[in-house]
Structures are given as structure tokens and as C-alpha cells.
């Protein structure tokens, strides 16, 4: 059987992994954000440019750039998910590690009273 302590520097690791994982989730959502605004001001840019194929599609255009716009303002929607989730997986991380450091601290107490114990139990021992 497991000690609590044992139990608890799992779930410590668990922690910290699925916090790596939303923080890597976030920083995924905003690079395609930035990468949908880049490639709607990109399509912006070469609409203003008067060039043959832009005068002769220019809904084609504007249907690329407003889904460029609504891409990035769904990664955005999905980043501040995450971001959310990232505060809780912390608050979790910081919950269980207060308490791995508690029962550490008390197994190490605990050990130091028996260490103690047992000097005492051999000097009563010596000296009878």
C-alpha cells in the first residue's frame, strides 16, 4: 500500500503536467490567432494593390479576410478558455503541492521524534 506522501508527489507530477499541457493548448491558440490576423492584413494589403486578380475577384477577397477575422477571434475565444483553465490547473498544483510539503514535512518530523526516541531508549539502556 502506498503512503499518503507517495500518493500526493503523483498527483503533484499529474498536476504540473496537465498545467503544461493547457499552457501549451494556449500558446497553440494564440500563434493561430496571430497567424489569421497576419494573413487577413496580408489579403488587405494586396486588395489595395490595384492588380487584375483582385479587381476581377474581390468577394473572393472579402470572404477569405472576414474568415481570417472570425478564425482569430475564435483562437482568441478558445486562448482565454485556456487561459481560464491554466489559473485553475495552477490553483490545484499550488493546493496539492501545500499539501505534499505538509505531510513531507510531518513524515520528517515524525522520523526525527523516533530517531530521538530511540537515543533515549539506548542511553536508558546503557545506564541500567
Not at 498527483?11 to 487577413?40: D, N, P, T
Not at 492588380?51 to 482568441?76: E, H, W
Request: net charge neutral; aromatic share 4%.
Amino acid at each position: 500500500m502506498t503512503t499518503r506522501k507517495g500518493r500526493l508527489k503523483k498527483l503533484v507530477v499529474v498536476q504540473e503536467q496537465l498545467k503544461a499541457m493547457h499552457e501549451m493548448r494556449h500558446a497553440g491558440y494564440v500563434a493561430q490567432a496571430i497567424s489569421a490576423e497576419a494573413e487577413a492584413r496580408e489579403l488587405a494589403e494586396s486588395m489595395e494593390n490595384t492588380s487584375a486578380i483582385t479587381q476581377l475577384f474581390p468577394d473572393l477577397y472579402y470572404n477569405r479576410i472576414a474568415a481570417a477575422v472570425a478564425r482569430q477571434k475564435i483562437n482568441l475565444g478558445l486562448a482565454s478558455h485556456e487561459a481560464g483553465q491554466i489559473a485553475a490547473a495552477t490553483a490545484r498544483t499550488n493546493m496539492v503541492e501545500r499539501a505534499y510539503n505538509d505531510v513531507r514535512r510531518q513524515d520528517e518530523r515524525d522520523s526525527a521524534d523516533r530517531e530521538r526516541l530511540e537515543i533515549i531508549e539506548r542511553k536508558l539502556t546503557d545506564d541500567k
